[in-house]
Nanobody, 130 residues
Framework: QVQLVESGGGLVQAGGSLRLSCTAS????????MGWFRQAPGKEREFVAA????????YYADSVKGRFTISRDNAKMTGYLQMNSLKPEDTAVYYC???????????????????????WGQGTQVTVSS
């Protein structure tokens, strides 16, 4: 079992920045992929970004490319989502998730599908005011 705990959400004005953190515990994370998803009220959950823990390969949704950066700290077993140039449409509950297959031959589209992830955090609210 893996436990994921997010932190760092809050209220920020448009154009501002926030950094979300997701700390994993319970098992070694070396072969996992950590993803970030978000869900706004009345909308479906959508993929934001993902990072392969071993090697650091990253994947991004088009809507956040150039504004958000995903990274990880192996020693702390913590992943980060640095969000810059925030827009009101970024307002959502943000969730981190872990995909545990250990495979490295999946396509980017695979990691954008929430159903492929095995573990989820509780979510953290991000609100961007205009």
């Amino acid at each position: 079992q893996v436990q994921l705990v997010e932190s760092g959400g809050g209220l920020v004005q448009a154009g501002g920045s926030l950094r979300l953190s997701c700390t994993a515990s319970g098992r070694t994370f070396w072969s996992y992929v950590m993803g970030w998803f978000r869900q706004a009220p009345g909308k479906e959950r959508e993929f934001v970004a993902a990072i392969r823990w071993r090697g650091g390969v990253t994947y991004y949704a088009d809507s956040v490319k150039g504004r958000f950066t995903i990274s990880r700290d192996n020693a702390k077993m913590t992943g980060y989502l640095q969000m810059n140039s925030l827009k009101p449409e970024d307002t959502a509950v943000y969730y981190c998730a872990a995909e545990s297959s250990g495979r490295t031959d999946y396509s980017a589209s695979y990691y954008s599908r929430g159903l492929e992830y095995d573990y989820w955090g509780q979510g953290t609210q991000v609100t961007v005011s205009s």
